[in-house]
C-alpha cells in the first residue's frame, strides 16, 4: 500500500513541477539570440552603414532584435585594447567609423547591457511558482477510550499543492521581457549610430583643421620669401625701412597665425582618437583632403532602394523628398526604442488584466488518521477577489500605456523634424558649394607672382601686394568653410536619419 502511495506521489510530483500555462519553455539562456523573428539592423563598419527598416508601428508579435557584434566578440575580455600596438597608418572616414564602433569605451560599456537584458528573459521564462508539499506526522498519540489504541500510535498528512495561473500570465511576462531586450538592443543600436554619427563630424573637423594650416603654411611661405626679396632692395636702397617693417610685421602676424593652427590641428586629431579610444599619442593619421571629397546629393528620386536588415521585403520608396526623408526618421533606433517601450506597457497591461483571475492553488492530499483509516483527496484554495479586484493596477498600467504612447509619437516627430532640417541644412551647403569656383592651395603664389613682379618694377606698393594676400587667404578660407559646412551637414544628416554616409560620399 505505501509503495502504491509513494509512487501515485512522485507522478503528481513530476506532473506539477513544470506547470506553466502557455506550452513549451525555453531550455537555455544560449537560445535567446537565436530566436530572432526579427534579425539586428544592418550596421557595417567598413562602410559605415547605418541601415534600419522604414516602418512606423512595429508587427503585433514580439520581435526580438539581435546585435551579432556582441556575441562575435564574446572571447575578447574587456580590458583587451587592440589599437594601442597599432603600426602608424593613415584612416580614412570609413577607418575610423570602423575603430570607433569597435572601441569606443562608452558604446564598449554600453553593449554589455544586453546581457542583462537577456538575463531578464531566463528569468520571465521560468515558471515562478515551485510545487509546495506539507507533511504532518504525529507520533505517539494515546486514545484511552479505543481498546488497543495505546501509546506509539502514529498518524500521518502528507499534501503536494501546486500555484497554477489561469489566464496566461507566463506568456505576457515573457513578452514584456522580450520587448524589453529590443529596447535594450535599439538603445545599443541608437549609440552606434551616434558615435557614427561624430565620428565623421570629428573626423572632417580634423580635416578642415588641417585645411587651415596649409593656408597658413602658404601664406607664411609666401610672406617669407617677400621678405627676404625686400630685405635685398634695402640694403640696395630701392625700398624704404617702412615698407620693409609692414612686411616684417605682416610675417609675424602669419607665423603666429601658422602655430595657432597647428595648435588647433592637434587638438582636432587628439579628439578624434579620444572618440576612437586610441591614446592620445597614437601614431595614427588621417587621410584625404576636405576639397576633394565628391559629395553627392541623394533624393527620393536618385536615393534608391533602402535596404532592409530585418529581413523584410524591398520597401517602396517615397516619391516625395520630404516623405522619403519622413521614412528615414521613422526607422531611427530611438524612435524604434519608444515603439519597444510601447510594447513593454501594452505587455504590463495584459498582466495585470490577467491577474484580475485568481490564481488556484491545488493537489492531492493523503491522510492517516489514528483509527488507521488511509484517506486520498483533492485540494483547491482560491481568493476571493472582494477587497482587492487588480482594477487599480490595471488602470495604472493603462495610463502607462498611454504615456509611452504619447511618448513615442512625439518621438517620432521630433525625430522627422531634426531629420528634414538636417536634409536642408545639407542641401543648402550642396546647392552653395555648387555654384562656387575651387581654389588650390598652390594657386596662392601663382595669383601674387604679377602683383609681385610690377612690386620689383616699382608699379605697385607693398600695400598692395599685402591686401591682394589678404584678400586671396580669405577667398580661400571662406571656400574651406564652405566645404566644411557640406561635411560637418552630411555628419548631422547621418544622424538625424541614420543615413548611410556613403550614400553622400562618392567614391
Known sequence: MMARLHTLFLLLLLAFSGCR??????????????ISSTPSPVIKTQAARVTVPVKRKSDTNIKK???NFTESDKSKTPTESPHFARQSQSLSVYDSISL????????VALRETEQVGVATVGVAETYPFNPMVQVQVTPSQENRKIPNRGPGTTSHYVLLMQRIQLAHQQQYREDAAHSSLNGVRWNIHQAELQTTALTAQLYFTALYQRGLLEIAEASQSNNERLLESLIKRFEAGDISGADLATVRIDTRSTNQQLRLAEANYQTALRNLRR??????????????????????????GNG????????????????DNQAWIASWAASRPDVLVAHANIDVASANLNLATADRV??????????????????FGLRAELNLPIINTGRPLETQRMTEL???????RQTLLKAELEAQAAFERYKLAFDVLAKEKTYSISELPQELQSLEKQFLAGEVDVVRIIQARTSILQNQRAQLDLFNELAQSAALLVGATGMPLDLLMGQ
Not at 502557455?22 to 537565436?34: P, T
Not at 572618440?275 to 527620393?300: C, F, K, Y
Not at 534608391?304 to 516619391?319: A, E, F, I
Request: charged share 15%; glycine share 10%.
Open 21 to 34: 500555462t502557455n506550452g513549451s519553455s525555453r531550455s537555455n539562456l544560449s537560445a535567446i539570440n537565436d
Open 65 to 67: 532584435v539581435s546585435l
Open 100 to 107: 570607433a564602433l569597435e572601441g569606443n569605451p562608452d558604446l
Open 275 to 300: 572618440q576612437l579610444g586610441l591614446p592620445p599619442d597614437s601614431p595614427e593619421e588621417i587621410e584625404g583632403d576636405l576639397r576633394m571629397i565628391r559629395w553627392l546629393l541623394p533624393t527620393a
Open 304 to 319: 534608391g532602394s533602402m535596404t532592409s536588415g530585418m529581413g523584410l521585403q524591398s520597401l517602396d520608396v517615397p516619391n
Open 358 to 375: 485568481p490564481d488556484l492553488t491545488m493537489g492531492p492530499y493523503y491522510q492517516q488518521d489514528p483509527n488507521g483509516l488511509a484517506r
Open 402 to 408: 498611454n504615456q509611452r504612447t504619447a511618448l513615442w
